[in-house]
């Protein structure tokens, strides 16, 4: 069976659902007292055509998925989805340190092979990456950190837990 790492952008999104970012609304959009709403582009329900989304600045297409506020702060919300490894790309890290430059961005990554949400703050996420070993994708020769699961801390930010953002760590 093929993963999503090993095809293609046209193969990974034929007739399927973003799992991580369901389970990334279901999570954050049941919260009383607080605003959540998707704010980036969604590139497979096609909303912007091809030829005019590689014209857009890098920075704009690597813009988080969606935002909060609770407990009167802003955060950017970026999904991500896996099965046993997190591939992070380079060129997303340093999009994401831009976007931290305005507010804390929260990471929501969504474990498919052990069904699990795992809520960790970029910065956090940003230390365990640079660590990690990296690769490159076969098809657009971009350069990845290859994070294990087991390596994401799940202590306090896991899908179970109701404290969700207050947990992070480090927010600014």
């Known amino acids: ?10 193969e990974r999104n034929i007739n399927r659902i973003d799992i991580a970012q369901e ?47 609770e407990n009167g702060t802003f955060y950017f919300i970026e999904s991500k989805g896996c099965s046993d490894t997190l591939k992070l790309k380079h060129e997303d890290i340093e999009c ?22 795992k809520i960790i703050s970029y910065k956090q ?12 994708y076969d098809d657009n020769n971009k350069k990845y950190y290859d994070i294990p699961w087991g390596s994401i801390p799940s202590k306090n930010n896991s899908i179970e837990n109701k404290k969700r953002i207050n947990q992070m760590g480090d927010k600014k």
């Open 1 to 10: 069976m093929t993963t999503d790492a090993d095809a293609t952008f046209a």
């Open 23 to 69: 389970k990334t609304d279901e999570y954050f959009g049941k919260a009383d007292g607080s605003f959540y709403m998707g704010i980036g582009f969604d590139s497979k329900k096609n909303k912007v055509p091809t030829e005019d989304w590689w014209q857009f600045p890098v920075f704009l297409r690597k813009m988080p998925d969606s935002c909060l506020v």
């Open 96 to 117: 994401y340190d831009i976007w931290e430059g305005n507010a804390p961005i929260c990471m929501s990554l969504y474990s498919t092979e052990n069904d699990r949400l």
């Open 125 to 136: 996420l940003k230390k365990i990456a640079v660590g990690c070993d990296t690769g490159v």
